[in-house]
């Protein structure tokens, strides 16, 4: 099962001066393009583009897609090729109108190992005590979920970095951060061309823990610089994608 936490930037494509790699396609084909070359299973989206478009995404790679609104005007989405069950939006998960101001929404599917509830978030960017209420609101959804019996994923943009308050929380529900325990390569996510932060993840339950195999963050082009970095990057998006690997017998 191969799952990938991305914030797109809406598909306007960075620094956003430029207006893509030169070849005349949108950035929101070049995305499409490289996400059908790495096979994912599940893909989310944070700052997601228009609905048309990540359904159009989405079909390129055979996925279904749910469009999780934003409160403002910073949209989620989710696509994946198991089947899905059923979905729950930010206001289902928290009724606090100060949270989930970006997008929330969680969405059971049938995956490799039965019933799997994957959850996309966009925390608060420069509150803290915001995002301290947003996590306690999805926590205790997750808990439901893990009380039922299903596997649980949870991955997007969290605003916070390892070493903030923030980070603990997720610990201490007993979520696996998947790049911490098995990740490869470098770990800052932001920005793309330069990153310096890691503040996107893909957290794990604990039982899907042991099937665990990589996780890396996607440096190479068009998503980043590459190694060597570009005199003139241009990257599909100011962050980086997250890609976590797990293997079933």
Not at 9 to 21: H, I, K, L, Q, V
Not at 182 to 208: E, F, H, M, N, Q
Request: aromatic share 8%; proline share 7%; charged share 20%.
């Amino acid at each position: 099962m191969r799952t990938i936490a991305y914030n797109v930037y809406a598909c306007d494509g960075w620094p956003r001066e430029r207006t893509g790699s030169g070849n005349g396609k949108p950035v929101s084909s070049e995305l499409a393009e490289a996400l059908v070359r790495l096979d994912p299973d599940i893909v989310t989206f944070s700052e997601a583009p228009a609905e048309a478009t990540v359904r159009e995404i989405a079909r390129r790679l055979g996925h279904q897609a749910v469009f999780f609104p934003s409160g403002q005007q910073w949209p989620g989405a989710l696509l994946t090729r198991y089947p899905v069950q059923t979905s729950t939006f930010a206001r289902e998960i928290s009724n606090d109108p100060a949270t989930f101001t970006r997008h929330a929404g969680r969405v059971t599917v049938t995956g490799p190992r039965g019933e799997l509830a994957v959850y996309s978030a966009h925390l608060h960017v420069n509150d803290a005590p915001i995002r301290g209420r947003e996590i306690a609101a999805l926590l205790a959804s997750v808990s439901d979920d893990i009380d039922s019996g299903r596997a649980v994923l949870l991955q997007g943009d969290l605003n916070h970095e390892p070493a903030d308050p923030e980070y603990g929380l997720w610990q201490s529900a007993g979520l696996i951060d998947t790049w911490a325990a098995r990740g490869t390569g470098s770990g800052p996510t932001i920005k793309a061309d330069a990153p310096r932060r890691r503040i996107d993840y893909i957290w794990s339950c604990v039982a899907l823990a042991p099937s665990l195999r990589d996780a890396r963050v996607l440096r190479n082009r068009p998503f980043g610089a590459g190694e060597d970095g570009a005199v003139t990057p241009y990257c599909l998006s100011d962050h980086l994608p997250v890609l976590a690997e797990f293997a079933f017998d």
